[in-house]
């Protein structure tokens, strides 16, 4: 049974930051992160593979940097110059090959003054 690990949520003011992680219990080839705030849809923020290929939302980009440790099958989220709007769960997502999905059970991020 796979699982995800994730810590690092929080709240926090307008323009802080906020690190979060994610621990997989296996070798995955790719990692990410979603978010859903409420009454929206879940929504890509960034996603990294194996040999280090990142992918970002545009919300994301220039904010945010994901990176990943193999080693430790774990990702990260370092988010930078938050606003309100980045308010949502953010869930870990990791796909094992070929096209196994999983899921951590979301984190609670809060920007707000």
């Known amino acids: 049974q796979v699982q995800l690990v994730e810590s690092g949520g929080g709240s926090v003011q307008p323009g802080g930051s906020l690190r979060l992680s994610c621990a997989a219990s296996?070798?995955?080839?790719?990692m990410g992160w979603y978010r859903q705030a409420p009454g929206k849809q879940r929504e890509l923020v960034a996603t990294?593979?194996?040999?280090?290929?990142?992918i970002y939302a545009d919300s994301a980009k220039g904010r945010f940097t994901i990176s990943r440790d193999n080693a430790k099958n774990t990702v990260y989220l370092q988010m930078n110059s938050l606003k309100p709007e980045d308010t949502a769960t953010y869930y870990c997502?990791?796909?094992?090959?070929?096209?196994?999905?999983?899921w951590g059970q979301g984190t609670q991020v809060t920007v707000s003054s």
């Open positions: 990294i593979t194996s040999t280090g290929t990142a």
């Open positions: 997502y990791a796909r094992r090959w070929p096209i196994s999905d999983y």
């Open positions: 296996e070798s995955m080839f790719n």
